[in-house]
């Protein structure tokens, strides 16, 4: 028999009706308030950090190795393992963690699979800071690390944290003890050609030695050796510095190095007194990536304050062969190539300590038969530093030039490099222009714009007889490519005008250019050292590919005129000039003849060319007694040769670039009266 309620009868109370009105009811009564907001969310958060709690607690952190080792390597690009033990201990105020056979691999393109290994590493940390949010290290013990550096040509690493500014320093946390046992360090460098060994330890024991750094290797096939040595590191203070020595040896540079890092565990910033020494500067681009200049050996002091990306240089003091310098400078390295700024002086540069700067002097190993050097400058090492430095010599010490101070600007942008302005000033007058060096190339790419203005000629002429005085103005605007001064001039463009708008030439060799042999004799026999008048004198060249070709040479004085040709050979340094000499007055006997000047540039030879000589008269046999050319001399051409126009020819010369005053041109155009 089977019960059905009455469809008049009121529901039951856990009938389905009942039910659901009951739950309309609850939600039509329901108000938010905070407090029950925040007991339910407690009772969550609670309930979850429970289950937190007793997982981690229980947990076999050894099954965790392998996803932690496949974190590790999809965050850093490379293999990462864990393959000994991992031991976790979270629940005290000092947690630990004990991970034993870390093993890092290279990136595809070392060839070395491995990068680092660690036979053991203990790890302890403060757990309140930690949940605060500063990580507060009591220890780290390291032992037996094994860690290659690699770094290819193109400045990559093995290391590399992708993105981030290869100058910025690692920052650690606070670490009150560190120890490393039985480290090991290999470097492979390709951009300084360095490869090191060294071993690194830190001991528990007090000592000047409790942290040392000790290896070798080569720097750029030299020998190179460093010797680092701290104090112990435990209970470090991050706002006391750490104090460390090091004594560095590359080949024949010595640095020694005295130095705080001032905050520990900022490895950015650090102050440190440093004292070096070697054969060039130059040398020091390997040590610490600056384009420095060849110099000759050198003994250097400056103090070096570190401050994030940025380092000062100050209280440089330095002797460069014979050579003072000081000053300050920075470094900027915020950039992938840094800045170098500042200013250096010297009280008294030896000039002749600029040799190995242009690749010649006492420091070029190539021993050359040319004047203008050929050693190979390293310009490619000019894509590798920016700078903005200013230079100055008080005074300037000269063998062969009577140089009085120096005074430039130095700029390299980008691998150009500009000394702009460039002045030398002279006792009297002063060599001033610009050189830039386009190194963006492997073939660097030079120009030279020099003007030479009110110099006196004597001043270039050793000893107290001065056959030529006047005023030399000068300019030289020449562009060409090489790896040497020699090979860039060899194959130079350009123009170069020489002008003395007046002077004095002695009156014998004035006679001689013409060729007036009694007058010449007579004067040189008397010992009479007259000079006569120089009313001007020009020489401009046209220069095509290493070749200097005339354009004009004239000289003008009172008994005669000289006109020249011929060609200057910048590739093989030989001279091929001719001089043709006009008396303006008769002559009893004169050489229908040129004068020659030939051979090499350092060394030119003087003669007349004797297939052009007419014999006049039979006096030949005295001439012996001066020259043995002059036994084949023959004489008596009477000829007038009007004056030069030197108005014209300097006011043309003036056109042609050379710095010739207007003063000189109208003082040289006048009639004579």
Not at 310 to 335: H, K, M, P, Q, W
Not at 412 to 436: A, C, E, H
Request: one cysteine or more.
């Amino acid at each position: 028999m089977s019960v059905t309620e009455h469809p008049d009868k009121p529901p039951g109370k856990y009938s389905r009706e009942a039910l659901r009105e009951r739950v309309i009811s609850d939600f039509r009564d329901f108000r938010f308030t905070w407090s029950g907001f925040f007991r339910w969310t407690g009772i969550t958060v609670l309930a979850v950090l429970i289950a937190a709690i007793i997982t981690l607690y229980f947990l076999d952190w050894n099954q965790m190795r392998g996803p932690v080792g496949r974190y590790l390597s999809h965050r850093t690009g490379r293999e990462v393992r864990i393959d000994g033990n991992l031991s976790v201990k979270l629940f005290r105020w000092q947690p630990s963690i004990d991970v034993g056979g870390i093993y890092v691999g290279n990136p595809q393109w070392v060839g070395t699979a491995q990068a680092a290994k660690v036979k053991e590493l203990r790890v302890e940390f403060r757990l309140v800071p930690a949940i605060l949010g500063h990580l507060i290290l009591p220890l780290i013990k390291i032992d037996e690390p094994d860690i290659l550096v690699v770094r290819d040509a193109t400045g990559r690493t093995n290391w590399d944290s992708g993105g981030k500014n290869p100058n910025e320093a690692f920052k650690l946390p606070p670490i009150k003890r560190f120890l490393v046992n039985n480290g090991h360090v290999r470097i492979d460098d390709a951009v300084r050609n360095l490869h090191f060994t060294g071993t690194v330890s830190s001991s528990e024991e007090a000592g000047a030695a409790a942290f040392t750094l000790l290896g070798d290797g080569t720097l750029n096939k030299n020998k190179f050796q460093a010797d680092v040595k701290g104090g112990p590191l435990l209970n470090v203070d991050e706002n006391k510095p750490y104090n460390f020595h090091a004594d560095v040896r590359a080949g024949d540079t010595h640095a020694i190095v005295n130095g705080a890092i001032t905050q520990p565990f900022h490895l950015d910033r650090f102050t440190a007194g440093i004292n070096v020494s070697g054969p060039t500067l130059s040398d020091i681009y390997l040590l610490t990536g600056l384009v420095l200049p060849h110099t000759p050996a050198y003994h250097l002091t400056l103090n070096v304050q570190r401050e994030g990306t940025f380092y000062r240089l100050n209280d440089i003091n330095a002797v460069l062969g014979s050579t003072d310098l000081e000053g300050n400078l920075s470094v900027d390295a915020s950039n992938t190539i840094p800045v170098l700024a500042g200013r250096v002086a010297s009280r008294r540069l030896v000039f002749e300590d600029l040799g190995p700067v242009i690749g010649g002097g006492k420091a070029a190993p190539i021993q050359s038969k040319y004047m203008l050097p050929e050693t190979e400058l390293h310009t490619e090492r000019l894509r590798q530093t920016n700078a903005e430095v200013d230079y100055s010599a008080g005074s300037i010490s000269s063998r062969d030039f009577p140089l009085r101070s120096l005074d430039t600007h130095i700029s390299v942008q980008d691998g150009v490099l500009n000394l702009k302005p460039l002045s030398f000033g002279f006792t009297q007058g002063k060599l001033s222009g610009s050189i830039r060096i386009d190194a963006r190339k492997d073939v660097p790419t030079s120009s030279v714009d020099a003007r030479i203005t009110d110099i006196r000629a004597e001043n270039f002429i050793k000893g107290s007889d001065k056959p030529i005085t006047g005023l030399l103005e000068a300019r030289a605007v020449l562009t060409g490519t090489g790896k040497s001064v020699h090979d860039t001039a060899a194959n130079a463009n350009g123009t170069f005008t020489a002008v003395v708008p007046s002077g004095g030439m002695r009156h014998s060799l004035a006679e001689w250019a013409g060729v007036d042999v009694l007058s010449a004799l007579s004067l040189n026999l008397s010992g009479d050292n007259s000079n006569t008048q120089l009313r001007c004198a020009v020489a401009n060249f046209g220069v095509k590919d290493g070749v200097m070709t005339s354009r004009q040479i004239l000289i003008d004085t009172d008994p005669v005129r000289v006109d020249g040709s011929g060609t200057i050979n910048l590739k093989d340094e030989n001279l091929d000039l001719q001089m043709q000499g006009k008396p303006k007055n008769f002559q009893l006997v004169r050489l229908r003849a040129p004068i020659t000047v030939t051979g090499p540039l350092a060394h030119p030879a003087m003669g007349v060319k004797t297939s052009v000589i007419v014999t006049q008269g039979g006096i030949a046999a005295a001439l012996g007694l001066i020259n043995p050319l002059a036994a084949v001399l023959a004489f008596i051409d009477p000829g007038l040769a009007k004056d030069a126009n030197c108005g014209p020819l300097l006011a043309d010369a003036k056109a042609k670039g050379a710095p010739v005053k207007a003063a000189a041109v109208t003082n040289a155009a006048a009639p004579r009266k």
